[in-house]
Nanobody, 127 residues
Framework: QVQLVESGGGLVQPGGSLRLSCATSGFTLDYYSITWFRQAPGKEREGVSC????????YYEDSVKGRFTISRDNAKNTVYLQMDNLKPEDTANYYC????????????????????WGQGTQVTVSS
């Protein structure tokens, strides 16, 4: 049974940091692309960062470049999102999603590309 479980969210002040984790099970992480999406109230779900299958490429949404870092530990079946210098506009529910198909620079943000989703973890950036 495929599972993705996010953790690490919480309340943080502007300029602070959080590290999100996406623990996976039921499939071999090496061969899957994993993307972090986020969704704020009243807004569409958007791709934040992606580590493609076998970790061959990484992608970032423009507003998080230089602040967020995605990484994967295939031995631990876990993908991380290190978020630094957080801003109030980063407030959202963060989801990780898995795709067995390779994703590229034009497709990594496409929600239908992903077969499996976690339940999400809330990140709130506020003073």
């Amino acid at each position: 049974q495929v599972q993705l479980v996010e953790s690490g969210g919480g309340l943080v002040q502007p300029g602070g940091s959080l590290r999100l984790s996406c623990a996976t099970s039921g499939f071999t992480l090496d061969y899957y692309s994993i993307t972090w999406f986020r969704q704020a109230p009243g807004k569409e779900r958007e791709g934040v960062s992606c580590t493609s299958h076998i970790g061959s490429s990484t992608y970032y949404e423009d507003s998080v470049k230089g602040r967020f870092t995605i990484s994967r530990d295939n031995a631990k079946n876990t993908v991380y999102l290190q978020m630094d210098n957080l801003k109030p506009e980063d407030t959202a529910n963060y989801y990780c999603a898995a795709s067995s198909h390779p994703v590229g620079s034009l497709t990594w943000t496409s929600v239908p590309s992903y077969q499996y989703w976690g339940q999400g973890t809330q990140v709130t950036v506020s003073s």
